[in-house]
């Protein structure tokens, strides 16, 4: 069963949740689908506010251990500061899905460069149409159960740094040049368990050398090329705007993925 919640700040979000499982458990207990509606609504909140709002009297931290999928996608792009995102996560430690198709994340990706790091379980990720996720998968690093991603029609980060172009434009180059010192580096290195991977009409946002101002382009045939060549052993399908020529070059080699266009 979903248990839709409505309108409310992040804080009053949280409360509501926290409060129901400590004072009606069984009234959750049957949901283990949450479905929040304009999340992108809320107001923002702070690691302290957070955490307050998910303490029990007992300062004990309240976990909804019953809920393993969680949508908070939207009909429009929608804007969601990373730090709400990460409050609610953090209460649901035995997520296995999420769908944020449509969210635009904005907020310190460094701070919460590893948004995921309380879901050790999540296994399947949904975010079509989406915005600012870095490309290496650093969000998903501690997700050990992950095996399927769809991401199409989303706009990626090269860098967590992305206030400074200098290592904008590195990352860029490393995570495309399949040749050199990076073979280390490359899309969604963090994420290592992978069985199935969907990232057709994806983008990342670099420099325009002749006007200095962030654009978007295609993830390149390089970038993509070098992650199937380091791509986990799981792998076995994955849709992308490889060209057919490249998926020619690539089955040749690894005849255990189905590439799709």
């Avoid at 009297?57 to 429009?76: E, H, R, T, W, Y």
């Avoid at 994420?191 to 993830?219: G, H, M, Y």
């Avoid at 380091?230 to 792998?235: D, H, K, Q, T």
Wanted: net charge positive.
């Amino acid at each position: 069963s979903t248990r839709a919640i409505g309108y409310f700040s992040t804080e009053a979000l949280l409360r509501k949740l926290c409060h129901t499982q400590v004072c009606e458990p069984v009234k959750l207990s049957g949901y283990g689908r949450i479905k929040v509606h304009r999340f992108g609504d809320l107001d923002c909140v702070n690691s302290r506010q957070a955490v307050t709002a998910i303490t029990a009297p007992n300062d004990v931290a309240i976990q909804l251990d019953g809920v393993v999928s969680l949508d908070i996608s939207s009909p429009s792009s929608s804007n969601v500061r990373r730090s709400n995102l990460c409050a609610l996560l953090s209460i649901l430690p035995k997520l296995r899905e999420i769908d944020f198709s449509n969210i635009i994340l904005y907020g310190d990706r460094i701070v919460f460069r590893k948004m995921f790091c309380r879901n050790p379980f999540l296994a399947k990720v949904t975010c079509n149409r989406s915005e600012h996720m870095v490309v290496n998968g650093r969000d998903f690093k501690d997700c050990n159960d992950l095996k399927e991603m769809v991401m199409d029609d989303s706009v990626f980060v090269c860098s967590e740094y992305d206030h400074d172009w200098n290592m904008v434009r590195f990352r860029y180059r490393s995570l495309s040049s399949l040749t050199g010192p990076n073979n280390h580096d490359f899309i969604f290195k963090h994420c290592k368990s992978l069985e199935r991977l969907s990232i057709r009409n994806a983008q990342w946002s670099t420099l325009d050398r002749s006007t200095w101002e962030e654009v978007n382009v295609p993830i390149p045939q390089t970038a993509l090329i070098k992650f199937v060549r380091n791509a986990p052993p799981s792998l076995r399908w994955f849709r992308s705007d490889l060209t057919q020529e490249n998926i020619k070059m690539l089955s040749a080699d690894h005849p255990r993925i189905e590439f799709v266009n």
